[in-house]
């Protein structure tokens, strides 16, 4: 296990957390194992650590139109294109293991055009990665696109939220240096 600090900023004791923050973390611990440092880094500022959760959860854990390695593959490609450590590393390991492929996250956050995903994954990754990273260039032509694989309206816009989102995120996990949990690098492998 790594000593090296989880955050640039302080990581509040988890006696002092709101009580429904440290019920949330002690949840994830519980079914986890272990307690994801992005948890403890944003319990720094509570209100937002709230905010930013329910949002996560709102786009992450729907059980319609895209799944949810679908979401996660999202996540690894634009942050692996945002140069964050702590998304790749972390929702790496939970692609693993919703997608039960031990090489898929790796194969994703490196190239996705050559990882083995379908073709209507790959336009998903190409949208996402516009969005990521040339947000003022989408078109009506990228959703027709998208539409062609059989993407509604919805999925659309869940694709773009969540790299959005996650870009978000993405720069809040460089800006804190949040630190990957060693536990991630070894899940779903």
């Not at 786009?59 to 895209?66: N, Q, R, T, V, Y």
């Not at 294109?81 to 693993?96: D, E, K, M, S, T």
Request: glycine letters at 4%; one cysteine or more; aromatic letters at 8%.
């Amino acid at each position: 296990m790594s000593e090296q600090a989880i955050s640039r900023f302080p990581v509040p004791e988890l006696k002092d957390l709101p009580d429904d923050i440290r019920d949330k973390i002690l949840a994830v611990q519980e079914k986890a194992g272990f307690v994801p440092n992005v948890f403890l880094t944003l319990a720094y500022r509570p209100d937002e650590c709230r905010a930013f959760f329910a949002y996560h959860d709102a786009l992450m854990e729907k059980d319609e139109g895209l799944t949810k390695a679908e979401r996660e593959m999202i996540v690894v490609a634009t942050s692996n294109a945002n140069a964050c450590q702590y998304c790749v590393v972390a929702h790496g390991a939970i692609l693993r293991i919703r997608a039960k492929n031990p090489l898929i996250a790796d194969q994703v956050a490196i190239n996705y055009r050559k990882a083995d995903i379908t073709a209507k994954q790959t336009a998903m990754l190409d949208y996402a990665m516009k969005v990521s990273q040339r947000a003022e260039e989408v078109g009506d032509a990228d959703f027709e696109t998208l539409r062609g694989h059989g993407f509604s309206d919805d999925d659309i816009w869940d694709i773009g939220a969540i790299t959005a989102f996650f870009g978000m995120s993405n720069r809040l996990a460089n800006m804190t240096s949040m630190r990957p949990n060693d536990e991630f690098y070894q899940m779903g492998r």
